[in-house]
């Protein structure tokens, strides 16, 4: 037969029994009170810690987005650059032909004017040198062949006229 348990042993149950229900009670309330606290607070630091990533990558984004934007201004200024350096070139090259152009010009033009003084200062002088000649030639001649008074009157009009040329050449 079955022995009917005494007090003793239901009361030893039914501390077992509420004894376990409270360690479950006290172990509910001790993690309530001393893990979750803990574990909120790794939620919300991690919370905290993804939020503050997103931050920083969305402001990581806006970075790229603007330096995009610097990079693409910094090629147009390189084009426009580029394309301002080409300008300045050409215009400079075409102002230093063109100086050297009207350079050469004006060199021209006062080769030329050299050359007409140069060429009248040869004629003045073999003109000089041929009356200087054809006088020695016909004071050595005129001697044997002119006598005094012809050789007077060539001398002055060979005179007058050298005077009269020499006066056209100076106006």
Known sequence: MEAV???YEQLAQWSEIIGG???FVVAILL??????PAVRAGQVASNAD???AEARIEALKADVVKARAELEAADRDAVSIKARAVDDAARESQRIVDEA?????RLIANARNELARARLAAQKQL????????LELARARASSRVDGETNSRLVGA??????TDHAGDAA
Not at 158 to 163: C, H, Q
Request: aromatic share 18%.
């Open 101 to 105: 152009k009207a350079d050469g010009e």
């Open 158 to 163: 060979t005179v007058g006229r050298l005077t």
């Open 5 to 7: 348990p005494t007090f």
């Open 21 to 23: 229900f409270a360690f």
């Open 50 to 52: 993804l939020t503050s």
């Open 127 to 134: 003109r000089a040198e041929f009356v200087g000649r054809a």
């Open 31 to 36: 993690f309530g009170k001393y893990v979750m």
